[in-house]
Nanobody, 116 residues
């Protein structure tokens, strides 16, 4: 079965850091690209960061230089290190298998709240 379990969110002051984790079932993780997405109230879900199975990465312009996506294939886990957090980063963060077969599968997400 498809499993995507995000964790690591919380409340942090502006300028602080958080590291998000997403544990997946190994069968869907291996060989696939992964992404982190976020959705703020009243806004559409947006791509934050993407990493291919080979480790190539892409980031939204708004987070470049502050966020880092990484993966650990042995643990079937993808991470998002978030530094220099800003209030506008406040959102629910989701991980996703960026392959068309899994396009409709999402986890529960983890809330990130950044205070001024």
């Amino acid at each position: 079965q498809v499993q995507l379990v995000e964790s690591g969110g919380g409340l942090v002051q502006a300028g602080g850091s958080l590291r998000l984790s997403c544990v997946t079932s190994g069968s869907i993780f291996s060989g696939n690209a992964m992404g982190w997405y976020r959705q703020a109230p009243g806004k559409q879900r947006e791509l934050v960061a993407h990493i291919t199975s080979g480790g190539s990465t892409n980031y939204a312009d708004s987070v470049k230089g502050r966020f880092t996506i990484s993966r650990d294939d042995a643990k079937s886990t993808v991470y998002l290190q978030m530094n220099s957090l800003k209030p506008e980063d406040t959102a629910i963060y989701y991980c996703h298998v960026d392959q068309i077969y899994y396009r409709n599968f999402w986890g529960q997400g983890t809330q990130v709240t950044v205070s001024s």
